[in-house]
T-cell receptor, first 111, second 119 residues
Framework: QKEVEQNSGPLSVPEGAIASLNCTYS??????FFWYRQYSGKSPELIMS????GDKEDGRFTAQLNKASQYVSLLIRDSQPSDSATYLC???????????FGQGTILTVHP | GAVVSQHPSRVICKSGTSVKIECRSL??????MFWYRQFPKQSLMLMAT?????????EQGVEKDKFLINHASLTLSTLTVTSAHPEDSSFYIC???????????????FGPGTRLTVT
């Protein structure tokens, strides 16, 4: 079983729709959870971090964490073509431990 | 704030030569830096954790004698790929953590990456 697993892609949504990205993790001791966006040929860019159960909203992005289910998700509202990228879920086990990345989900927002 | 730079952004070298990649934290002091490798259409794989003033910690399967890491100052870590071969061609990305950033002390900030091609 992979340590961090993301829903299989690619995911295609129309402009203006909600894109839903999911991630599960195997280490129950994980404490920090991150979503990164990576454009082709570029390095990852942090878009959301979440540390406690519940929802965290930042603009069009909402991260949701459920530690009991070992599940973290990212919702992108009013999706734009510029949101088309690979989204990486990353999990950290301890406060200063290493990040473990999921395999990424390719999102395409079509006009 | 929290800007990380890498140099060079792209390098082509011949098989058997060595290549050095620099990672700098521009506006903060990074006691810890991380080196990742990403092959096409794959996710980031951590190679090693670099701590200022001490030896790097390598992940399982990463040859420490081939991938030399030096973290001599709080703003600079270097990765040297020694005796490079075509299979070392990849996208190498560093990241750094700003321990003094009170609100987000554990978040990592990524450099722009270095595309290495070994011919």
């Amino acid at each position: 079983q992979k340590e961090v697993e993301q829903n299989s892609g690619p995911l295609s949504v129309p402009e203006g729709a909600i894109a839903s990205l999911n991630c599960t993790y195997s280490d129950r001791g994980s404490q920090s959870f991150f979503w990164y966006r990576q454009y082709s040929g570029k390095s990852p860019e942090l878009i959301m971090s979440i540390y406690s159960n519940g929802d965290k909203e930042d603009g069009r992005f909402t991260a949701q964490l459920n530690k009991a289910s070992q599940y973290v998700s990212l919702l992108i509202r009013d999706s734009q073509p510029s949101d088309s990228a690979t989204y990486l879920c990353a999990v950290r086990g301890t406060s200063y431990g290493k990040l473990t990345f999921g395999q990424g989900t390719i999102l395409t927002v079509h006009p | 704030g929290a800007v990380v730079s890498q140099h060079p952004s792209r390098v082509i070298c011949k098989s058997g030569t060595s290549v050095k990649i620099e990672c700098r934290s521009l506006d903060f002091q990074a006691t810890t830096m991380f080196w990742y490798r990403q092959f096409p259409k794959q996710s980031l794989m951590l190679m090693a954790t670099s701590n200022e003033g001490s030896k790097a910690t390598y992940e399982q399967g990463v040859e420490k004698d081939k991938f030399l890491i030096n973290h001599a100052s709080l703003t600079l870590s270097t990765l040297t790929v020694t005796s490079a071969h075509p299979e070392d061609s990849s996208f190498y990305i560093c990241s750094a953590r700003d321990p003094l950033q009170a609100q987000r002390p554990s978040e990592q900030y990524f450099g722009p990456g270095t595309r290495l091609t070994v011919t």
